[in-house]
């Protein structure tokens, strides 16, 4: 049973333009909610993360939104570069269980590619 | 650079043998993660380890088993391996001063079981 679904494989968008990737979630006991970005051959890094109080979040060109109700999130990116180009992981915690303690929760992850 | 350090980085043997990866943390990092990558999917918990003990426990199988030492660094030990084994495995750590959700991911280990 996937509790973090990124139901599109791939993405592809021109240079400039926006990239919207979404996550759905079906366990509501998760409260936090990050976007890691891997590049081939190596690991995962992390790129931005929200809370559940929050709505958004803003880094730059990269803005998460939440919506709780639907149990859904997005990542946004303007203006999308070919550098952007990458797998993109949402993941999501439900607990923080102290002394460096937590568990993420991944989905399978959306490969961006941004054209020149 | 992360500053995880993960070896081998590529494995290659035959089904029913035993593997160990090993994983150095980050400088200062208490936590260690254990993450499988098998192919079209997304990245499974295996297991944490906290300062030495085992925190926390996800989708890891029997066959499996996983330790982290004095000096911090941990080993991940694969045996009676099979075909569906063969995949990436990641190691992260954090420094578990507060959740920031940052997880600090090695470069992976590819395993291929023949």
């Known amino acids: 049973d996937q509790q973090v679904k990124q139901n599109s494989p791939s993405l592809s968008v021109q240079e400039g333009r926006i990239s919207i990737l979404n996550c759905d979630y079906t366990?509501?006991?998760?409260?936090?909610f990050l976007w890691y970005k891997k590049y081939p051959a190596e690991g995962p890094t992390f790129l931005i993360s929200?809370?559940?109080?929050?709505d958004k979040n803003e880094d730059g060109r990269f803005t998460v939104f939440l919506n709780k109700s639907a149990k859904h999130l997005s990542l946004h990116i303007v203006p999308s570069q070919p550098g952007d180009s990458a797998v993109y992981f949402c993941a999501a915690s439900d607990g923080w269980y102290g002394a460096g303690s937590y568990q993420l929760t991944f989905g399978k992850g959306t490969k961006l590619s941004v054209i020149p | 650079d992360s500053g995880v350090t993960q070896t081998p980085k590529h494995l290659i043997t035959a089904t029913g043998q035993r593997v160990t990866l090993r994983c150095s943390p980050r400088s200062g990092d208490l936590s260690v993660y254990w993450y499988q990558q098998s192919l079209d999917q997304g990245l499974q918990f295996l297991i944490q380890?906290?300062?030495?003990?085992?925190?926390a426990k996800g989708n890891i199988l029997e066959r499996f088993s996983a330790q982290q030492f004095p000096d911090l660094h941990s080993e991940l030990n694969l045996s009676s391996l099979e075909l569906g084994d063969s995949a990436l495995y990641f190691c992260?750590?954090?420094?578990?001063?507060?959740?920031?959700?940052?997880?600090?991911f090695g470069e992976g280990s590819r395993l291929t079981v023949l």
């Open positions: 929200i809370s559940s109080i929050k």
């Open positions: 366990n509501s006991m998760f409260d936090y």
């Open positions: 992260a750590s954090s420094g578990g001063r507060g959740r920031t959700g940052e997880l600090f």
């Open positions: 380890y906290y300062n030495g003990e085992e925190r």
